[in-house]
């Protein structure tokens, strides 16, 4: 599976301002950013994001998936830590 695919499922999935993607083709990183985010555990800012990969997690297309979940106001303070 590519970077991009994993990309337009979850933009399209959750209405994401952004999404970033990195992986090798079965091991993937996530940092996504979206409203609906707020008020939400770190459990379920993940349960989310995996919700739609289900499909892909469940026929080993996606093998690993480290997410991180924010939303606007988080990604704001903490994207130039991680160099964005």
Do not use: C
């Not at 695919?5 to 979850?10: A, D, N, P, S």
């Not at 939400?40 to 499909?55: C, N």
């Amino acid at each position: 599976m590519e970077n991009n695919e994993i990309k337009e499922v979850l933009m399209t999935a959750l209405a994401l301002q952004e999404a970033h993607i990195s992986g090798d083709g079965s091991h993937f990183q996530a940092i996504v950013v979206g409203e609906q985010f707020a008020g939400m555990s770190r459990l379920k800012k993940q349960q989310t994001v995996y919700a739609p990969l289900m499909e892909y997690i469940a026929d080993n297309r996606i093998h690993a998936l480290q997410i991180k979940a924010y939303t606007p106001e988080e990604w704001q303070r903490d994207r130039k830590l991680m160099g964005f």
